[in-house]
């Protein structure tokens, strides 16, 4: 069965990183769009950085960007988010998402086929 296994995330200081891991079980990563959400506290889950599975330009929200980078390893079949001089608002539960589509952004919630079992990110001031 297909599944999706993150690791990473954590407690950290304002400023500080964090890199988080997501690997694909069972199937081989390449033709796949990744992608990299989270969900505040009160807040619906949105879009951090998403990478289609044609295309080496990564889409990244405004609010993370010169800070997070994402980044796929299709030889081991994992995806990666580099989290950089993390703040405040950053904090959440992090997602990982693959789907069998082409995007330009994050597509929506629906179109992602799998989905990791979420980590928990904090930072404090």
């Known amino acids: 069965q297909l599944q999706l296994v993150q690791s990473g995330g954590g407690l950290v200081q304002s400023g500080e990183s964090l890199r988080l891991s997501c690997e694909l079980s069972?199937?081989?990563?390449?033709?796949?769009?990744i992608g990299w959400f989270r969900q505040a506290p009160g807040k619906e889950r949105e879009g951090v950085s998403c990478?289609?599975?044609?295309?080496?330009?990564?889409y990244i929200d405004e609010s993370v960007k010169d800070r997070f980078t994402v980044s796929r390893d299709n030889a081991k079949n994992t995806m990666y988010l580099q989290m950089d001089n993390l703040r405040s608002e950053d904090r959440g539960v992090y997602y990982c998402?693959?789907?069998?589509?082409?995007?330009?952004?994050?597509?929506?919630?629906?179109?992602?086929?799998?989905w990791g079992q979420g980590t928990q990110v904090t930072v404090s001031p």
């Open positions: 990478l289609s599975l044609d295309d080496n330009r990564p």
């Open positions: 998402a693959v789907g069998q589509f082409r995007t330009r952004n994050c597509a929506p919630l629906g179109w992602w086929n799998f």
């Open positions: 069972v199937r081989t990563l390449e033709g796949y769009s």
